[in-house]
Structures are given as C-alpha cells and as structure tokens.
C-alpha cells in the first residue's frame, strides 16, 4: 500500500503524541465523573457488580401487597427489565463487554475509581490509536499527529470521555481491530489481533460487527488471515451468546428486546442532514472531504476501501436509528466511525496538497498543512462554550452518588423511594425499596399509600427539576426535605392520601 505524496514529516511527530496524550489525561483527571449516574452510567455498574458476583440476576426491593407479578416495572430501576421468568428478579439490560472490563478495573482501582480509570485509559488509547491509523493508511507523521488531535479536541469524544458510557472503549477496540488488520499483511499474526479487538468491541457493543467490514478489506483475499480473524473473534460471540442464554432465556436474545423496532426507513432523509449540520463541528470539517476517499481507489485502493466503507457502514446503519438525530451528543453512536472520517478527511487534503506541490512554492506548502489543522481543531473548540455539557457531565454525573449519600445517612431504612431517573443509580448506592413513579397511577398510589401507612414506613421522593410535577400523582402532600445540587429530596405526609 503506498499513496504516492510527499513525505511533509512534522519533526518530533511522535514526542507530539506524548506530549498530546499527557495533556489529554491531566484534562480527563480533573473533569472525569465514570461512576454510577443516569441510566446507561448505572445500569453498566450494576451489572459489573453482579457478574463481580458470579450473577446475572438481582433481587427487586417490593412490597408485601403488590407482587412483582402484578406490576413488574414498578420495582424496575433504569438499566434493568424483569427477568424472562417473571420471577421477582431483575436482569440488566446492557451488552456484557464493559461491565467485565470494569470488574477487572475494579480489581486493580477499586471500585469507587474503576470507571475513571478504565475510561481514562481508553480515551488516551483512542487518540493513539488514530495517530497509528494515519500511519498504517500511509500519512507522515506530522499528519497522522494531526488526526490524533482532531480527535482530542471533539466535544463529542471529550463529552463521552468523561462518563461511564461504552462509545469511546467501542471506538477503541474497532479501531485497533482496524489498525492490526492493515499489518496483517506484513506479517499474518495480526489478524489474530485484529480478531481479538473485534471480541472485545462485539462484546462491548454487538453493532461493532459492523467493523468487520473494513476489516475484510484490509485483510484482504487470504484464506490463512480469515481464519486468524476468526479464531480470534469467536470468544468474544460465544461469550456473548453463552451471556444472552443464561440471562433472558435465549442465546440471541439481547436486554435491548425488538431493537429492530427503533428502526424506520423514514428518518433517514433528517438523519443525513443532521450530520451534514454537527459532524462537521463535532469531528472538524475536514470529515466534509472524506467522501473524496473513494477517489483515490487507483492510487490507494486497499486505504480506499477500508475508510470508505469504515465510514459508510455506520453512518448508513445509524442513519435509520431513531436516536441519532434527537440531539447532538447521539452522535456518539458513530464515534466507532469518527476516525476513519478524520483519517480519510486528512488522506484526501494531504493528496490533493501533494498533487498541488507539483506546482507552487515550498514555503506555503509547509505551512499550509499548520493552518488547516488550526482552523479544524479552532472549529472544534468553537463548540466546547455552547455545548457546555461536553465539559461538565463528569461533575454532574458525581451528583447520584451525593444524593445517595445524604439519603443513606439521613432518612429511615425501611423508606420507599419515587423516582426514575435516580433510580439505577440509587440501586447501586443504596438498599430502599425503589418505585418507578411512572407506573404508579392513582389506583396503584392508593395501594401504596395504603400498604406502607399500614406497615409504618415512611414515602419520599427524589426528584430532577424535570420531574417534579410528577408529584401531582403521586399520594399524599409533599414537603421539600433538602436539596442536593439540583436534585430535591420530599418527603409525604401518607395521612394526607387517605383523606
């Protein structure tokens, strides 16, 4: 594979990815928040906490009077469904990959610095690994360097960066699965690698079979390399179905259920304007020229046909999905895709640069490659103000644990709680009796009010600002208690809901 350019190396280009790398992981220390949060945050915890337990399946918290039968999604945390079985038991509803991987960074960090650790680690793994993307597609050093920091500098992979979500390990395990594939034909053991990554990306989200798209390119016609890939991707989907069996009854039964219904031809036509509109501010608009990629199948057709359809594959798959388009940060579903956009972008600049050289002088050359990266990542900066979640969801994401704190320390333990949004969180940290509000309607609340007055336990409400109007249904008349950051915490007078 050869892109016949010049080579405009960035002197020192690999000191730069230290230096890049170091920066990067003092940023991540200080703003970091992987812990037990909203429901994906959670919901990873509390199955990591389980299969660190040799389980699958964990108890609900209900009431003498109701049944888990009668009302399953009462007792039914965020990241959690009800067991097949219908029995009183939960089961998570998350692909096992990240979990195990937390169980195993537990071990070594312990539990309360885990998800900080593990994340930490991947994301300065992700930028790594694009630098040795652009290197493995033919970029010089300079260039390649380029790529990593474009990636560094995204909202969107500093925003999922900073929690306890599987979008950048998925990244970096499709990616590495990539990168070892394109070696693999200097020397055939790295697509036992490449096969090894794809388990773990599989495993940490299924969709990342999608990866194994390019993958085949780069591997190419080589019946010997095929089965090095399988052999090493096969743990990883046995591991997965052996999982899906054991805990909802099916080996291709997955938490998700009917996933295909989140799926509608429909929504493609404003999904693909939605990415024209925030890729570009999210990834550097050096992602508008990738596409040009597939016009260099003469020169590079291996590089070629590995970004393009790296690329195409995700965007074409979530282009349906009925979540990519609602808000920005959904976009986090391509970031598997993010570096084979910014490497194709930055392939097709330095080509056409290349073929420009050919006719201008050599001072604006050299310099012109340093003001394109400044204007892409310049871009991506004039975003870090206006999408100020990028920067703080680590710090809010603490908050859970704050108010599961305050409550373990100041309210009786035999205490119902009304909620959901805290309620995987609150799962995790605390042992209440947790009531989903969205399923108590006023019969149910009448029960409710009823069986805890009758048994002496007290009823409180913990609350986002969003959801405070639930209030309205649920029984009795409410007093604020306290206020943990933005989050209330009421308490109700049951003897109001018999009256």
Known sequence: MAIAMPQTTFPGARIGLGALMAAYAALLFVLIGAVPGGSDNSGYFNEARLFSRGRLHAPMRTL????????????????FKPAADRSARLVPTYPPGLPLMLVAAASVAGWDH?????LLLHSIAGIALVFALGRSCGLPGGWSLAGAAILAASP?????????????????WATAAVVAALRSRERGGWALVSGLCISAAFLIRPNNVLIAVPVLAALGASPRRWAWLAAGSLPGIVAWLVINRLA???????????????FHA?????????YLRWLPLLLSPIVLIAPWIAALGRSAPRVSAVLFSW???????FSAYRWTHEQWWFL?????????????????????????AKRGPGAPRRVLPLVLLAAAIGVEFGQTRPLREAWYIGHGERKYGRVSAWLNAHIPADSAIALSQNSGAMYYFTQFTLLRYEEMSPRVSDRVAGILRSEGRPLYAVLFPFEVEQLKKLPGRWTRVVSVDDVSVWRSDLEQASR
């Open 114 to 118: 885990a998800g900080d650790a593990l």
């Open 156 to 172: 969107l992979y500093l925003y999922t960066s900073l929690q306890a979500l599987s979008d950048v390990p998925a990244t970096v």
């Open 64 to 79: 003498a009077g109701i049944p888990a039968s009668e009302i399953p999604f009462l007792y039914v945390p965020l990241g």
């Open 311 to 317: 690329a195409l594959a995700y965007a074409a798959f």
């Open 248 to 262: 909802y009854g099916a080996a291709l039964e997955s938490g998700y259920g009917a996933i295909g219904n989140e």
């Open 266 to 274: 429909s929504l493609v036509p404003g999904t693909l304007l939605f």
């Open 332 to 356: 986090r579903f391509l970031l598997p895709a993010a570096p084979a956009l910014i490497v194709a972008g930055l392939v097709v600049a330095h080509s056409w640069l290349g073929a420009a």
